[in-house]
């Protein structure tokens, strides 16, 4: 590869997993904030917190959504429209609770519809964004930033590693702004997880879709407890 | 199945404690004796309380609109990203309501701002009013900020309270001529209900050009 195509492939990355894209992620805590209140505000260690996005990312975001993204990838590859809306439907349904559900299909829609804004010769994602338009798919995430990351020219692993730092940066943002932890401590966590997410998008990516799997059921119940609060700063 | 079919979409912005809300349940009911049928996106930092509020007053109890047209969105702490850099949950939701109920008239998307940065996403808001009142002191149209300079409707609330803290609306009149040239401000006690039909009348003009209700064109 030239130097030019992969320095063009990195800003791309670098673009999409920017938290300035217009997905709404900042608006989701992913049910972190039903943990702040049920510790009665009380800080967390910066460590129980590492520990914490560890686990969304090996149980939740890892083996699901970045299996769906490595699957959703190669269709789009190929241009397999029908392949990638049932992805699409396989992830959305795997996502227990309906606020995650929901916040994810809106994120993915909007990053594709913002995409198709300035790329207007890629068929799959021209498609797919008629799909989403007409109800034939939900537009989930994994699967939309794969779409978007294979009309951007960005490599499968960037795309996986992209969507799983962009998904730590939305947690550790959600820690700040609910007064969590300190500023520094945020960027030590995203530089100590650094490690973990390469080695999850390495072990996830390129399994078959039939081994796609969550199992969080501590982080489904705080989600749902998240769904159910009166009093809320976040969508999840 | 998202409707190629774009509603008119109204912007309300203000400072926490301001009106927005009472604003809104003023606006409904003189739009809806004129047969306007108008759905409501309320952004809320902390609690669902606005939408909650408006829901049992203008769908439960007034039976103005069904009560699934008052949605609650929670911005993550954001207010002002949700309705200007990044208002992509915003617009997934109104048009989740355009599709749904094509039959609206309006949508009102009301959202917390203070005076310096808020303004909304002309992707998300044809019309953009700004709500501020007295308590503020009758500097604050002086003072200006993107939300009082660059709002369609610039409207001013408490006007009743005005004499109780130090605010001589005069001068606030003065410095919103000058801040806003030939731009519109109204005066309005959202309590009573004083020149909130001129708020309206704003509204029928300028962003449904006096188009008759889709239910009278039926």
Not at chain 1, 60 to 76: F, K, V
Not at chain 1, 106 to 132: A, E, K, W, Y
Not at chain 2, 130 to 144: E, H, N, W
């Amino acid at each position: 590869m030239s130097i030019d195509k992969l320095s063009i492939e990195q800003i791309s990355a670098l673009q999409l997993s920017d938290s300035f894209f217009p997905t709404g992620m900042y608006t989701t805590s992913n049910g972190l904030e039903a943990l702040f209140y049920k510790k009665q505000r009380k800080l967390y260690s910066p460590n129980e917190l590492l520990e914490m996005i560890k686990v969304y990312l090996e149980c939740q975001i890892g083996p699901a959504d970045c299996t769906a993204l490595g699957n959703s990838y190669d269709c789009a590859k190929r241009k397999d429209v029908g392949a990638l809306v049932e992805i699409d439907r396989m992830i959305f349904s795997m996502k227990l609770i309906r606020d995650i559900r929901e916040a994810s299909a809106r994120s993915g829609s909007q990053l594709i519809r913002c995409l198709v804004s300035f790329i207007t010769d890629n068929d799959v994602l021209n498609n797919f964004n008629d799909m989403i338009k007409t109800g034939g798919a939900t537009g989930v995430y994994p699967v939309a930033f794969a779409i978007a990351c294979n009309a951007l020219e960005i490599s499968k692993n960037t795309a996986g590693l992209a969507m799983l730092y962009s998904f730590t940066v939305s947690m550790v943002g959600a820690a700040l702004r609910l007064g969590m932890l300190q500023h520094y401590d945020g960027q030590r966590i995203i530089h100590e997880l650094k490690p973990d997410i390469s080695e999850i998008v390495e072990k996830c990516i390129e399994r078959p879709l039939s081994s796609m799997w969550q199992f969080a059921p501590g982080i489904d119940i705080i989600q749902v407890k998240h769904e159910r609060m009166n009093s809320k700063m976040f969508i999840t | 199945m998202v409707s190629n079919s774009r509603i008119p979409r109204v912007g309300i912005g203000g400072p926490v404690g301001s009106g927005k809300t009472m604003l809104i349940e003023q606006i409904v009911p003189i739009l809806s004796s004129r047969g306007y049928l108008v759905g409501i996106i309320s952004n809320d930092v902390v609690s669902r309380e606005d939408a909650e509020r408006m829901r049992r007053n203008l769908a439960t109890e007034k039976g103005l609109m069904s009560e699934d047209l008052v949605i609650g969105l929670a911005t993550g702490g954001c207010p002002h990203t949700a309705v200007r850099e990044d208002p992509s949950m915003n617009i997934s939701v109104v048009e989740e309501m355009e599709s749904k109920h094509n039959e609206l008239d309006l949508i009102i998307i009301e959202s917390g701002g203070d005076n310096i940065t808020t303004t909304f996403s002309p992707a998300l808001a044809d019309y953009f009013i700004y709500i501020i009142d007295v308590t503020g002191g009758d500097k604050y149209p002086r003072k200006r900020g993107l939300g009082i300079e660059n709002c369609d409707l610039l409207v001013i609330n408490k006007i009743d309270i005005a004499q109780y803290v130090g605010a001589d609306l005069t001068i606030m009149e003065r410095d919103a001529k000058i801040v806003r040239g030939a731009k519109p401000y109204v005066f309005v006690n959202c309590k009573t209900g004083q020149g909130v039909k001129d708020v309206t009348e704003h509204i029928i003009r300028d962003v449904l050009f006096e188009s008759a209700p889709k239910a009278v064109v039926k």
